[in-house]
């Protein structure tokens, strides 16, 4: 078992949807990273969250401590929000980051 | 403004040839360093993590090393690409001993097909 997990693994959605991207995690942590990855390859820091809710533009992640589970949503999703986002977590025992395998998500016009 | 760059963009090598993939930080110092591989349709492993020029700690045995010459300069290397050695490598550095180092910033990648 990986010690992070996310799901789903694949998502389709029709534009406008609200989209949800959930990951689980099995260490303790420090902090918690949401990125996202484009089609070419690039990766860009989303989120970084140690507790609560953040949220930037249609972007929200929440995280709870105690049940070791955040969630990454997508307001009124748009084609251009289509890439893979990766869970991260950063284990209170180290400084390197674990990464979970990622959601691929295609939203349709 | 802090900027990663990582060269080559794509390399096609192959097996049993050499390798070098360059990372390069601007506008930061002392920052750590990463070296990460995914393979396709897998998550991103850590290779490879630097504190400072020639330190350089191992996460997975494997016939790659890095090396850091100077202090934002980060090498990925091998003597014998093997097949499996295929995917998308990236670096990634972040500042030490500041309230952001836990955030990291990933270069644009290198996509490696070992053949």
């Known amino acids: 078992k990986n010690e992070v997990e996310q799901s789903p693994q694949n998502l389709t959605a029709q534009e406008g949807e609200f989209i949800t991207i959930n990951c689980s995690y099995s260490?303790?942590?420090?902090?918690l990273h949401w990125l996202q990855q484009h089609p070419g390859g690039g990766i860009v820091s989303l989120f970084m969250?140690?507790?609560g809710k953040k949220k930037h533009g249609r972007l929200i992640a929440t995280i709870n401590i105690q049940e070791k589970h955040s969630s990454l949503h997508i307001t009124a999703s748009h084609p251009r929000d289509s890439a893979v986002y990766i869970c991260?977590?950063?284990?209170?025992?180290?400084?390197?980051?674990?990464f979970g395998e990622g959601t691929q998500l295609t939203v349709n016009p | 403004s802090q900027t990663i760059h990582q060269w080559p963009a794509t390399l096609v090598q192959p097996v049993g040839s050499p390798l070098s993939l360059e990372c390069t930080v601007e506008?930061?110092?002392?920052?750590?360093l990463y070296w990460y591989r995914q393979a396709a349709g897998r998550g991103l492993q850590l290779l490879f993590y630097?504190?400072?020029?020639?330190?350089i700690s191992s996460e997975v045995p494997q016939n790659l090393s890095a090396s850091r010459p100077q202090d934002r300069q980060f090498i990925l290397s091998s003597k014998k690409l093997l097949l499996s050695d295929s995917g998308f490598y990236l670096c990634?550095?972040?500042?030490?001993?500041?309230?952001?180092?836990?955030?990291?910033?990933f270069g644009p990648g290198t996509r490696l097909t070992v053949t």
């Open positions: 990634a550095w972040n500042p030490r001993d500041t309230p952001s180092s836990y955030e990291q910033y």
């Open positions: 260490v303790g942590i420090s902090a």
């Open positions: 969250l140690s507790s």
């Open positions: 991260a977590v950063r284990e209170t025992s180290g400084s390197r980051l674990t």
């Open positions: 506008g930061t110092s002392n920052p750590n």
């Open positions: 630097s504190v400072g020029i020639g330190q």
